[in-house]
């Protein structure tokens, strides 16, 4: 696609961002599509809300287990009290009802925005051309490069600005295709229903308290891949990332040429 | 664990024909526009409500077979069972069962069925029975395994006589002011039963005694201890706030499957 020439940049005056709205050769590359960024914004207000209303589920039992078997008294694997919090406490400040019913209700708008993005991302290819890492990307050093410039907090360079880097690939492909799978899995293998109809799910997982308690972990995962995710976007530039993903458009400004 | 009541009996097919005539298949309820098995008699509003649905509608297409729900081994039964919310209710009629050891205590059977009439405990410990061990999966997030022994609850309405056209929920109170129902789908299933035994022994005051209902595949809050009475009806309507069900008039969803 080609390049759209710049425009006087009012949001980078409102903002205070001199640099950006001097800069004389900018340039709007399109980086996000439609559906991406559909896609996206559906997904933060369903995984928000799947997040809240877990945490509530939660507070109302804090304690898990494992294998099939988990109840208040039997041998527990962790348990919130020793971090501080009383059951009484936990049980303040989560609401079941309220976190059941969002919980299943955001599920699905999950699934079937998730389902929508995967079919759409591998018909048309977006997987292959923007999220598969090439071979050379997965060269050891090109990822021990990519892995260092992490640590010490370096912003991608601009060649790199509008395209994945390979870490960043790496951990969207894992989230969508092994991670999720993963949630959803643990999530029924904790209802009786499913699990009458699909027994394997107790196998697969060890036990329902099993399957509790890997979703436990998983919630974890997630909260620290969010944290990440937010500071590389404020690593990466904040305005231009969160705006590329609702207009499409990023700015690219002559000044780092 | 004693052994002494592992009897188990398979429900008569002839007892549960009629019954399950009562119950559209899923793929005749699909052609026919019938969508009581994939939906909750009160749909609640908004996008609560329509995942209400999808998940009732996948989990009971995907029950279509109706399989049971896993059985375990006596080596999976857990040291205690949990005793949750009530475990005594404080009601004087049922205390005074409790200290005659419900030698006069009945359960009515009412509403659509041929023979409306009231149970003995001994009437329904004659009826053929059934002993599970499955897994109890409370709500909140606990779950423990025991053997539950207790008569299938479509041997009991066979037992007053089968239902009649038009039954579409079996209404179960108890002791306790709670009521809730459940579909025809779950009450011709093998594993729902009205269990008066638990690991061998009586069941006990802590777990409903003297009968309380197991629905293996739906979650514990749909599981009501300390029954009173059984109504088989057409709507549910005319119960508390209408929705079904205690849990339900309070907020919870009236399928309790997930």
Same mark, same amino acid.
């Given at each position: 696609m080609g390049q759209h020439m710049a425009r006087p940049c009012r949001l980078c005056k409102i903002l205070m961002m001199p640099k950006l709205a001097r800069s004389v050769d900018r340039t709007w590359l399109p980086l996000h599509s439609y559906n991406v960024r559909v896609c996206h914004w559906i997904n933060v207000i369903a995984a928000g809300y799947l997040l809240l209303s877990g945490i509530h589920i939660f507070l109302d039992f804090p304690e898990l287990y494992w294998g099939n078997t988990g109840y208040q008294g039997y041998p527990a694997i962790f348990k919130l009290s020793d971090w501080g919090l009383s059951w009484d406490e936990a049980g303040a400040l989560g609401n079941r009802m309220w976190g059941r019913n969002y919980h299943f209700t955001f599920a699905w708008v999950f699934l079937i925005n998730g389902l929508i993005y995967v079919g759409w991302s591998l018909r048309t290819g977006h997987v292959r051309a923007r999220l598969w890492p090439g071979r050379e990307e997965l060269a050891p050093a090109n990822l021990g490069e990519n892995f260092r410039d992490h640590l010490r907090w370096r912003e991608p360079k601009r060649a790199q600005a509008t395209s994945y880097g390979v870490l960043q690939k790496i951990s969207y492909l894992l989230l969508i295709f092994v991670f999720v799978p993963v949630m959803l899995l643990t999530g029924l293998a904790q209802s009786p229903a499913f699990t009458a109809a699909w027994p394997w799910l107790l196998d697969l997982f060890g036990g329902r308290q099993s399957a509790r308690t890997l979703h436990s972990i998983g919630t974890v995962i997630f909260v620290v891949f969010v944290v990440v995710h937010i500071l590389e976007v404020l690593l990466a530039g904040a305005v231009n990332r969160v705006r590329s993903m609702i207009t499409g458009r990023f700015l690219v400004t002559g000044e780092e040429k | 664990m004693s052994a002494n009541s592992n009897r188990m009996v398979r429900p008569r097919r002839v007892s549960r024909r009629r019954l399950l005539a009562s119950v559209p298949a899923l793929g005749g309820a699909l052609a026919t526009g019938c969508s009581d098995v994939f939906r909750p008699p009160v749909? /609640?509003?908004?996008?609560?409500?329509?995942?209400?649905?999808? @998940?009732?509608? #996948?989990? *009971?297409?995907?029950?279509?077979?109706?399989?049971?729900? =896993?059985?375990?081994? /006596?080596?999976? !039964?857990?040291?205690?069972?949990? @005793? %949750?919310?009530?475990?005594?209710?404080?009601?004087?009629?049922?205390?005074?069962?409790? *200290?005659?050891?419900? *030698?006069?205590? =009945?359960?009515?059977?009412?509403?659509?069925?041929?023979?409306?009439?009231?149970?003995?405990?001994?009437?329904?410990?004659?009826?053929?029975? =059934?002993?599970?061990?499955?897994?109890?999966?409370?709500?909140?997030?606990?779950?423990?395994?025991?053997? %539950? #022994?207790?008569?299938?609850?479509?041997?009991?309405?066979?037992?007053?006589?089968?239902?009649?056209?038009?039954?579409?929920?079996?209404?179960?109170?108890?002791?306790?002011?709670?009521?809730?129902?459940?579909?025809?789908?779950?009450?011709?299933?093998?594993?729902? !039963?009205?269990?008066?035994?638990?690991?061998? &022994?009586?069941?006990?005051?802590?777990? &409903?005694?003297?009968? *309380?209902? =197991?629905?293996?595949?739906?979650?514990?809050?749909?599981?009501?201890?300390?029954?009173k009475s059984i109504q088989v009806v057409d709507s549910i309507a005319a119960f508390g706030r209408g929705t079904g069900g205690l849990n339900s008039d309070f907020g919870f969803h009236w399928y309790g499957g997930v």
């Open positions: - | 749909i /609640r509003g908004g996008l609560i409500g329509a995942a209400d649905v999808l @998940t009732m509608s #996948t989990s *009971r297409w995907l029950l279509a077979d109706q399989p049971l729900a =896993r059985e375990f081994e /006596r080596s999976d !039964i857990a040291p205690d069972f949990p @005793t %949750w919310g009530q475990t005594n209710p404080s009601d004087e009629e049922y205390q005074r069962h409790l *200290r005659e050891g419900f *030698r006069d205590w =009945r359960l009515p059977v009412s509403g659509l069925v041929e023979r409306p009439q009231s149970f003995s405990l001994n009437d329904i410990k004659q009826l053929p029975s =059934r002993t599970q061990i499955t897994a109890h999966v409370c709500e909140q997030g606990w779950s423990a395994i025991a053997e %539950w #022994t207790g008569a299938p609850l479509s041997q009991l309405l066979e037992a007053a006589g089968g239902v009649k056209p038009g039954a579409r929920y079996v209404v179960l109170d108890t002791v306790d002011r709670w009521y809730e129902s459940i579909d025809m789908f779950e009450v011709v299933h093998p594993q729902t !039963i009205l269990a008066y035994g638990l690991n061998g &022994g009586e069941l006990p005051v802590g777990n &409903g005694a003297p009968l *309380r209902l =197991r629905v293996e595949r739906q979650c514990g809050y749909k599981n009501l201890k300390f029954l």
